[in-house]
């Protein structure tokens, strides 16, 4: 089974601290995104990756940033954290342009 | 601008009743459309996914209808059980799956005995 691992299921900052959210995939997947999930906005990209040290934007990048150094890790940053990025981060791995995406738990962080 | 519109928001649904979550896009380039489905504390997982070359897609007791015309699809669970209870989210995307998916807003569902 494809596991996606979130480095901190739980994670309570200060404003204008820098937040860096981890995610490991074990599957050697190529693509790998970073989702928020807030209630009645569903799910909302933030950054994704196609392949090692690349990265795209997604619909919501402002306030974040991504850091792609080894295929099977992807971490957001978060340089200053505000309490508008209070919300729920969710990872997901995918094997190839054709392949479905594997979710990984999610961390719910609080911005204080 | 919300490409995918998800309704309803909310769904309570008794066991063995019948469970019908709707969604409509307006990217005719959108050519494929999953459904995830997320239990509390869990990051979501694909349930089922459709490609616009066929109208129903059925998988067990759950079935993706799909509306090119009126650009609409919908997810109906057959004798829904209270291990359904859960959040589904819609989606779509364009170039079979190409690009990033575009999700719908979710929709909690509860089955109550």
């Known amino acids: ?112 | 601008q919300q490409q995918v519109k998800q309704s309803p928001q909310s769904l309570i649904v008794q066991k063995g009743g019948i469970s019908i979550i709707n969604c409509a896009y307006e990217n005719t380039a959108f050519d494929y459309f999953p459904w995830y489905q997320q239990f509390p504390g869990k990051g979501p997982a694909l349930l089922i996914a459709i490609r616009p070359d066929v109208s129903e897609k059925k998988e067990g007791r759950f079935t993706i209808s799909f509306n090119k015309s009126a650009k609409q699809f919908s997810l109906h669970i057959m004798d829904s059980q209270p291990g359904d209870s859960a959040t589904y989210f819609c989606a779509a995307t364009p170039n079979f799956g190409n690009e990033k998916l575009t999700f719908g807003t979710g929709t909690r569902l509860t089955i109550i005995p």
């Not at chain 1, 901190?8 to 693509?31: A, I, P, W």
Request: aromatic letters at 14%; hydrophobic letters at 30%.
């Open chain 1, 1 to 112: 089974d494809v596991k996606v691992t979130q480095s901190s299921r739980y994670l309570v900052k200060r404003t204008g601290e820098k937040v860096f959210l981890e995610c490991v995939q074990d599957m050697d997947h190529e693509n790998m995104f970073w989702y928020r999930q807030d209630p009645g906005l569903g799910l909302r990209l933030i950054y994704f990756s196609y392949d090692v040290k690349m990265k795209e934007k997604g619909d919501i990048p402002e306030g974040y940033s991504v850091s792609r150094e080894k295929k099977e890790r992807f971490s957001l940053i978060l340089e200053s954290a505000s309490t508008n990025q209070t919300s729920m981060y969710l990872c997901a791995s995918r094997a190839d342009y054709y392949g479905p995406q594997f979710f990984g738990p999610g961390t719910r962080l609080t911005v204080l």
